[in-house]
């Protein structure tokens, strides 16, 4: 099992980008990317509507970085509900990974009721029992954080 955890990160100043890290069931680091910043403005939610997320995630940010990828991963993991939305935009089935607010644990979930997905769900579980699903998004975050340090400090 090769999980892809996907994370979207926005600026207060309108940018927003996006990274992936395929890992093996041991949450090994095998492929890392990156998207460069987008800039996005009132205007362009305005004409793109209801399709902007959609778009925005999809097509501007998602499926450059998963066409990209030398690794070939089984699953695509999210953190954030919106990008639920990628199921059925992109090849890959497309969980959330959430934590349990009553004991701390792991949850794992998706949009709609395929039984494909109830058993991907499971087999995920099996495939990385003991590890934290939520920790390789810790890494990405602090990945972009040194990226956009890097940058800033080579501009100056």
């Keep these: ?13 309108g940018w927003v980008s996006a990274a992936v890290l395929v890992t093996d069931a041991t949450t090994r680091p095998l492929e890392f990317r990156v998207t460069d910043a987008v800039h996005t403005d009132d205007v362009q939610r305005v004409l793109y509507g209801e ?4 778009h925005l995630y999809g097509t501007v940010l ?3 970085l998963l066409e ?21 935009e992109s090849e890959l089935p497309v969980l959330w990974i959430g934590r349990d607010e009553n004991d701390g644990g792991v949850v794992v979930g998706f949009r709609g009721d395929e039984a494909p997905l109830h058993e991907l769900r499971s087999k995920l579980g099996e495939a990385v029992r003991g590890k934290d699903l939520l920790e390789p998004f810790a890494r990405i975050a602090a990945a972009l954080e040194r990226i956009r340090t890097d940058e800033l400090r080579a501009r100056a």
């Design 62 to 64: 998602a499926a450059p």
């Design 68 to 88: 990209a990828l030398r690794e070939k991963p089984d699953v695509l993991l999210v953190r954030d509900q919106r990008l639920l939305a990628l199921h059925g």
């Design 1 to 13: 099992m090769k999980p892809c955890f996907f994370e979207v990160t926005e600026g207060d100043d």
């Design 51 to 54: 399709m902007f997320e959609g």
